[in-house]
């Protein structure tokens, strides 16, 4: 296993191996490189910000998307609006078939992370607080949409909650980096605070870890770029999650229901905003920027509400998607 401090180090690391050392591999049609049977653990799951120059990373479309998962959600009306090719992996063009939401939280009546708190509550040692996505019933078939990550397993050990994840298939360039590491390591965060642990580890399997071709050359540029992960804004000045589980379930549906406000035109500011949690107050805060900056914010308008998220990562991570983007038309 190879131990990263945090995500970002992972991202660069693990591209660094595969342009190394990866198996050259055609997969319908698609040239990868390939390396098998990957073991990486991030130690400090707060730090899941990606901020690396070419590697382009939407923080916006993260946070979306993992709060989507996280609520049990599986629709494009939502995700679509966040990533742009949403509908790619769609059979329907209206969900995602295999999308984690509904498979977690709802799969045929079980609430899995309710089970994973009622386990670890009563039995804090417990090997048994596992997670399955994958489901034998409805992913042996032709699709666009066949679950990538598996299975999850929670465990409580010198008083700290880690996150085991085994993954069949991994894009390092979107999968991982883009939205793996951050939906994972934002649910163990909720759930060390569901069950009153500290956030430990999160150790991820990909039993094949891969880069396509079209993203060769922009790889090649992220690992001669050498961002400092010194530079990533420190733990403290991070927003932290902090509602017991007894009260997520209402702080999720006032989220939601602002978000969905947000994507039909209304600004954060003309809202009344019943959240409480800090953490999901800093993510309302950043769809909100992403909405003002589509529909043709002036930079000072946009700069202050980004600094006004109150969260020295996501500030960071929302300065350089905006930065870029200047480059970009300049
Ligand atoms: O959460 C996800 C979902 C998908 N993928 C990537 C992995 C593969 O590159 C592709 C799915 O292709 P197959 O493994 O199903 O062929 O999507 C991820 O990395 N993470």
Redesign the pocket.
Known sequence: MTIYKDAQTAFMEELRCIIDAGETIE?RGETTRELRARLIEISNVRARHVIVPHRHNNVFASIAESMWVIYGRNDLDYLGAYLRRASDFSDDGVTWRAGYGPRLRDWNGVDQLSEVVKILRSDPASRRAVISIYDPDRDFVASRD?P??NWLHFIVRDGHLDLHVAAR???IW???SG??TFEWTLLLEMMARWLGHDPGRLVFFSSSL?LYERHFDKASQVVLAQPSSGELPNDESQARFDTDWERSSGEFEEWMRLEAQLRSGHELKQLECRLTDPLLIAYIRMIDVFWVAKRGADPDLLNQLIREVGDSGLTAAATEYFGRRHHQQH
């Open positions: 997969v066949i990538c990550n298939s991994t894009d979107w999968g991982f939205i793996n891969h």
